[in-house]
C-alpha cells in the first residue's frame, strides 16, 4: 500500500478590502492638531456649532473644521475658522498648521491634505480669550 500525500494548493484570495474614515474623525485629527499649535487659541464653529456646543457641555475638537474628502484621490480638504493670539504673526501660525495637520492626516490614515483654509475669525490675548471662556462656561452652567 502506497502513502500518497495530498498536495493542497494554499492560494487563498486576497479579500477585497476599503479602509474609510467619517469626516468626524478627520475633523478631529485635524482640529486636535491646530489647537496645539502655539498661536491657535481656539478652532470656532457657526452659529449652529456653538448653541450645540453649550447644550452639550463639551469641547469638541471638532468644531470650527469642515472636511470634503474626495475618494478618488484619497485626499481630503480642510476648512476651518479659528482664533488666534494676538501679536502673533498670522502666516507663520498658519504655516506651523499646515505643516502639523497634513503629517499628522498622512500619519494616522494615510490620505494627504489637498486644501487647507483658514478664516480668522478674531485675534485675542491670552487674558481675554480667558475671560470669553470664563463667561461663556458660566453661561452653559447656568442654563444647566
Given amino acids: 500500500m502506497e502513502n500518497k500525500i495530498a498536495k493542497s494548493e494554499n492560494k487563498m484570495a486576497k479579500p477585497e478590502t476599503k479602509l474609510t474614515f467619517d469626516d468626524e474623525v ?41 472636511v470634503d474628502v474626495d475618494d478618488e484621490n484619497h485626499s481630503v480638504s480642510l476648512k476651518m475658522d479659528a482664533i488666534l493670539e494676538y501679536g502673533k504673526n498670522a502666516q507663520a501660525i498658519f504655516d506651523k498648521m499646515i505643516d502639523k495637520i497634513t503629517s499628522a492626516v498622512k500619519e494616522i490614515t494615510n490620505m494627504e491634505v489637498s486644501e487647507i483654509k483658514l478664516n ?25
Fill in 120 to 144: 480668522v475669525k478674531d485675534v485675542l490675548t491670552r487674558e481675554e480669550w480667558a475671560e470669553k471662556n470664563n463667561k461663556d462656561r458660566q453661561q452653559r452652567d447656568d442654563k444647566h
Fill in 26 to 66: 478627520l475633523a478631529k485629527i485635524a482640529g486636535k492638531t491646530a489647537n496645539g499649535v502655539d498661536g491657535v487659541l481656539s478652532l470656532e464653529g457657526n452659529i449652529f456649532e456653538k448653541v450645540t456646543d453649550r447644550i452639550s457641555k463639551g469641547d469638541d475638537p471638532t468644531t470650527g473644521v469642515n
